[in-house]
Every structure is written in structure tokens, then in C-alpha cells.
């Protein structure tokens, strides 16, 4: 064991010589109940710590706040397990043990699991990528969400797509999107009379002149997985072109690709643009002197949330 600020570690063999020795001491699997069904350690217990009710689950274990407590997680990765111990200090356990290595590090030295799937462990670094084939969007779940705004305040909404396909192949994505822009509606005014003003307005050929343009078009070139990428944060770069206003120009972007249980994925994605590259003008003090109250700042920010689906799939 070595002491750290405020809780102790114990390595694999230790923990396993205190177990052998009847030392009494209460194991806490502190990962979620689905991989603690799937694998832990021998006699552990769960007490998921992403859980807000964790102290709640930890209480109704352990009776008392000096028993011996050895908390472990995933990885030496992964910061589950000293989180844990932390949360048990504060919360006034006095003797809180984080096993290094987590669960890795105790199936390497080849000791005893037990659980459903004590044969697979789990690489969550490694389960973003999704299968080659080709996906199309679900276009009920799938949303576009809008943000405007000029000195004083901003407004925002959202447009729908119309119909998507992408294709996955040797972990590049490819494909093609249309955006119905006749959807677009404004959400922070909601029961203001103003709302369908400002709507007219956007639709209008100051903005993006939907009568004219009533689709947009976003080519998907080219998205690659980023180097040493996670789940939690951008992990492909996209480049692609957008076609808004019936002028066609490139755009890059970072994206967040997860797969999804039911074999598709969801892609989220957040950026500006200069909506003047498009020829939306409206407001801008590049293009227009005296504007006033009309001033419009020239980035627009969208946030994406794309649901894709194995192609032969019902939306």
C-alpha cells in the first residue's frame, strides 16, 4: 500500500493476500450495473459512481463509516475508482482503499472474476467505430439547431433535414444531407408576437430566401477519425460543402461519433459560420454603413444532432 493525500492504494496482490487471509473488508465495484453484471471481482459489490445517489448506494452496504473499504474501477485510465475513494473521505469514511490497476490490472496478474462475461473486457477507447455500410438518417430524431445574434441579445431555433445517407468504408464516412429549410422556426420566442415576424423575416430574401433556395445541401467529403479519440469529445474531422442560398461553399468541422446500440450511430457536431460566405448579408457592417438597431453579427453558431440507421431499417 502507499499513501496518497487523503486514501490509500492497495496493488492486486495485496488485495487478493487480505481476501485469502479473511481479513474483513467490503469490495465496491464502482462501474455501472450492467458491467458489473458482465465482470467483477469476487463477493464485490456495486455502487455505480457516476450515480448522483452513489453515498445513498454506498450507505445502505456499509453500516459503518471505519469499516475497511476497498473501492476499484476500470483501468489505470480510468479515474473511477479514485473519484470514489474521494467521495467516501469526504463524506467521513476513514478507511478507503482504491485498487491500482482497477479491474485491468487484476485480470492481467491472472486472479479469479466473476460474472456473466468474466472472458471480455471491455475497451471503451475502442468501441467508437462503426461498421462499414451505409446509414441513412432518421430524419424524426435528427435535428439542426440555429443560433443568431447581434450586441444586445441573440435568437435561436431549428430547421429539420429532409433526407440523409452516409456510407461507412475502412473508417472514412462519406455521404449527402438535405436540409428542408421551409422548417425553420425560432424557439426563444415562443408565445411573443414577434416570433413569426422574425421567422417571415429568416425566410425572407434578407436571410435565406427560401422561396427561391427551399432546400439546402451539405456534401459530406471526407470524415476521419482523429488521432487518440474518445467518446466524450470530438473524434473525426469533417470537410465537406454546404450549398445554402444556391452558393456552394466548403466548410470543416470537428464531430462526435458514437455508436448506438440498435447497430447505427449519433453524430453531434457544434460550429460557426460567416453566414456572409452564402450571400446572407442582411445586418452586416462589411456590406452596409448606418445600420443601427439592424446591425447582425456575421457568425452564426449550429449544433447537429444526427441519428443514423443501418439502411433496410424503419425511421
Known amino acids: ?61 456499509i453500516p459503518e463509516k471505519d469499516d475497511v473499504i476497498v473501492v476499484y474501477g476500470s483501468s489505470e485510465k480510468s479515474m473511477d475508482a479514485t473519484t470514489a ?7 467521513g469514511y476513514s478507511n478507503v482503499l482504491a485498487l491500482d490497476g482497477g479491474l485491468a490490472l487484476w485480470r492481467e496478474a491472472g486472479y479469479p472474476l466473476d460474472g456473466e ?22 430524419t424524426d430524431e435528427s435535428i439542426i439547431e440555429w443560433t443568431g445574434r447581434n ?27 438535405e436540409i428542408d429549410m421551409t422548417s425553420i422556426k425560432n424557439i426563444d420566442l415562443d408565445g411573443d408576437d414577434l416570433q413569426p415576424v422574425l421567422i417571415s423575416h429568416l425566410k425572407s430574401d434578407d436571410f435565406f430566401f427560401v422561396k427561391m433556395f427551399p432546400r439546402a445541401f451539405f456534401n459530406l467529403n471526407s470524415a476521419r477519425l482523429l488521432e487518440k479519440p474518445s467518446l466524450s469529445s470530438p473524434n473525426f474531422r469533417v470537410k465537406g460543402t454546404l450549398a445554402l442560398r444556391g452558393i456552394k461553399k466548403a466548410i470543416t468541422f470537428p464531430a462526435t461519433v458514437n455508436p448506438a446500440r440498435d447497430g447505427g450511430a449519433i453524430i453531434e457536431a457544434h460550429f460557426d459560420i460567416d453566414r456572409t460566405r ?26 447537429l444532432r444526427l441519428v443514423v440507421e443501418a439502411k433496410g431499417q424503419s425511421s
Open 1 to 61: 500500500m502507499r499513501d496518497t493525500d487523503d486514501f490509500k492504494r492497495i496493488s492486486p496482490h495485496a488485495l487478493k493476500q487480505e481476501v485469502e487471509s479473511g481479513k474483513d473488508l467490503i469490495i465496491i465495484d464502482t462501474l455501472t450495473k450492467d458491467h458489473y453484471t458482465k465482470v467483477h471481482l469476487p463477493n464485490a459489490r456495486n455502487a455505480c459512481v457516476f450515480e448522483v445517489t452513489f453515498l445513498d448506494q454506498i450507505a445502505g452496504i
Open 85 to 91: 475513494a474521494e467521495k467516501l473521505i469526504r463524506a
Open 117 to 138: 462475461q468474466i472472458r471480455i473486457l471491455e475497451a471503451p477507447e475502442m468501441e467508437l467505430g462503426i461498421e462499414d455500410r451505409t446509414y441513412k438518417v432518421n
Open 151 to 177: 450586441a444586445n441579445k441573440k435568437h435561436y431555433g431549428a430547421v429539420k433535414l429532409s433526407r440523409g445517407e452516409m456510407t461507412v468504408k475502412d473508417g472514412s464516412i462519406k455521404g449527402s444531407f
Open 278 to 303: 452564402w450571400g446572407v448579408i442582411y445586418g452586416s457592417n462589411r456590406f452596409f454603413e448606418h445600420l443601427g438597431m439592424h446591425l447582425v453579427f456575421d457568425f452564426m453558431s449550429f449544433q
